[in-house]
């Protein structure tokens, strides 16, 4: 009988598990999913940038998929901010107006 309670408890924590997984990922799921190594993820939560960080009972790590969400649409509007800052001082500045000489401008529609 022992051996069909172990199982049991097995299978509940198991099952516990699964569920608790779902808003979580690894640190290699985590990494994928940021287009970044698992050094910069690394970084990342040493920094304090990422910091709903759990490490399980192995010392694996368990990152909230929310947080890697928001960090990760944070990022693209702090990239998309910067490149219409570069964008607005290459014009400013007037340093690709040479290359644009002679290329047909397209009508706004």
């Not at 920094?47 to 709903?52: F, P, S």
């Not at 790590?61 to 990022?75: P, V």
């Not at 910067?82 to 644009?100: H, I, P, T």
């Amino acid at each position: 009988m022992a051996t069909s309670s172990t199982t049991a408890a097995t299978a509940a924590t198991a099952a516990t598990a699964a569920t608790a997984n779902i808003d979580e990922l690894t640190r290699e799921e985590a990494a994928k999913l940021l287009h970044v190594s698992c050094a910069h993820l690394n970084m990342l939560v040493a920094t304090g940038q990422l910091t709903d960080v759990r490490k399980t009972a192995d010392g694996d790590w368990r990152i909230s998929m929310s947080e890697i969400l928001e960090y990760k649409a944070t990022s693209r509007e702090r990239r998309a901010k910067g490149w219409d800052s570069m964008v607005k001082a290459c014009e400013r500045l007037g340093l690709f107006d040479s290359e644009l000489v002679g290329v047909p401008v397209r009508a706004k529609r």
